[in-house]
């Protein structure tokens, strides 16, 4: 009989139970077992003392790029898988932009079969039109059947407004969303940072945050006429946010995710300033710092505070990592040839609670936005997840709110190590991740666990 695991004396925070509170967990079988006051457990069991440390339901993401097959130089389904449990997440979603695209059940399968023995449930989602085109859908039936929790052509919005018509009919039959990269293409054009007096000043082109908008309200549009259920990716501006709770109040079906890159990070990052209260620290005003750039761009600091409000208010439903690695030679080019995206998955949990140490989102609703919230975006999976419930997925994240550390991209996991947050001072850390009741990445001192 495999151990039992006992985890005592954290502060549970569970919101959709409405826990919050110092309890113990008792995890057998890769299911949770009980949850209570004192469980006075001793055979067969090893057993964590957690007190000081925070306990939530292992978190999920719905967005990130693990880059398998075509792109193994950037990401890998096994590297990928590492960094999710260092950033205590246990469930990811894997976006189809690989190379074949991930369009049909078989490669939906390989992705499948990738996972396995991994120390994390890995969700592929399909992409929405054959080799992300825009021009004809693909059979999404065979790729739900086969295991699909969703449809994208992300790193392209579905611009042509019929197909996406099309594309929410059958996705709506089938109960998964469409999720959108809202852009409009010919306002896009060659941009490569947010418009502005940064993008003015360094002399590239921007984009504005029309591009991002005019389909957001495209698609909020189509979900009215169809009643299909648009997922919008990556949200970046204030005027989105605002057409978003607006078509809320009237019972569209939306649902919208931010990262936590646009949550915390503004436009200056870009001259290497980091974060709103953050210095400059590059005193080279030409300098520009590739790793910031990022689709969609970083905004401005009204962008960023819509988004915290959005979030908080529940308009934004999660929050997604749109986890993106990139080779160092991708990014360390000039800007108009570098790529566009930021390894994400080991700093999120700390970028998110940056905002709770400011006061800015409350950390309940922080939890929630990487565990219920997503669970519930899931309706194509089976997995009992997303919250800490006798019966569910012994899944389990437990981090320490205040351990100072700082970013050092050489440690990373993830192949990808293009972060503009190198360097910077977090406050929080993933101490234990477990999955399906068995410890995959551990942090915690020896003298906590009695076997
Ligand atoms: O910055 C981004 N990188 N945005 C996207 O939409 C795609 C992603 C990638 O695949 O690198």
């Not at 503004?266 to 290497?272: N, P, S």
């Not at 089976?382 to 981090?399: H, P, R, V, Y």
């Not at 190590?417 to 020896?446: A, C, D, F, H």
């Amino acid at each position: 009989m495999t151990k039992r695991l006992l985890i005592k004396g954290a502060r549970v925070l569970c919101p959709a139970n409405r826990i919050d509170s110092t309890m113990d967990i008792l995890l057998e079988s890769e299911k949770i077992k009980d949850i209570g006051l004192n469980l006075n457990v001793t055979e067969n069991v090893m057993t964590i003392d957690a007190s000081g440390l925070m306990l939530a339901p292992g978190f999920i993401d719905l967005h990130c790029h693990l880059r398998e097959p075509g792109f193994e130089h950037k990401e890998t389904v096994k590297s990928g898988s590492a960094a999710a449990i260092k950033g205590g997440f246990t469930t990811i979603c894997a976006m189809p932009n690989t190379d074949p695209v991930t369009d049909d059940a078989t490669s939906i399968q390989f992705l499948i079969d990738k996972a396995k023995g991994q120390p994390v449930r890995v969700l592929p989602i399909g992409s929405a039109t054959k080799n992300s085109e825009g021009k004809e859908l693909t059979e999404m039936a065979e790729m739900v059947e086969v295991g699909a929790v969703a449809f994208s052509d992300d790193g392209h919005p579905i611009a042509n407004d019929m197909l996406m018509r099309h594309a929410l009919e059958y996705s709506s039959a089938l109960g998964v969303p469409i999720i959108d990269h809202c852009e409009v293409p010919s306002l896009f054009t060659n941009g490569q940072i947010n418009e502005g007096w940064i993008a003015s000043r360094l002399g590239l082109q921007g984009i504005p945050s029309a591009a991002e908008e005019q389909m957001v309200d495209r698609n909020i549009g189509l979900a009215k006429l169809t009643g299909g259920w648009v997922h919008l990716a990556h949200v970046s501006t204030k005027g989105s946010v605002e057409s978003i709770r607006n078509a809320k109040e009237l019972g569209i079906n939306i649902t919208a995710e931010v990262t936590p890159h646009h949550l915390t990070l503004t436009e200056d990052a870009i001259l290497h300033g980091i974060n709103q209260e953050g210095a400059y620290k590059a005193l080279n005003e030409n300098a520009y710092n590739t790793m910031a750039k990022v689709n969609p761009p970083l905004r401005t600091q009204a962008d960023v505070e819509a988004l915290i409000e959005g979030l908080s208010d529940g308009t934004i439903d999660i929050i997604a990592t749109d986890h993106a690695p990139h080779a160092s030679i991708e990014k360390l080019c000039p800007m108009q040839e570098a790529a566009f995206g930021i390894s994400n998955l080991e700093t999120t949990l700390a970028s998110a609670l940056s905002l709770v140490h400011n006061k800015k989102l409350s950390l309940n609703r922080m939890i929630e936005s990487v565990t219920s919230s997503p669970a519930a975006l899931l309706k194509a999976s089976n997995n009992k997840i997303g919250q800490l419930t006798k019966g569910f997925s012994a899944d389990l994240t437990l981090f320490d709110l205040d351990a100072d550390w700082i970013v050092d991209v050489d440690q990373f996991v993830s192949k990808g190590k293009n972060s503009p947050l190198n360097g910077e001072k977090m406050k929080g850390k993933v101490v234990l991740t477990v999955y399906k009741g068995q410890i995959v990445y551990s942090n915690i001192s020896k003298d906590l666990v009695s076997k």
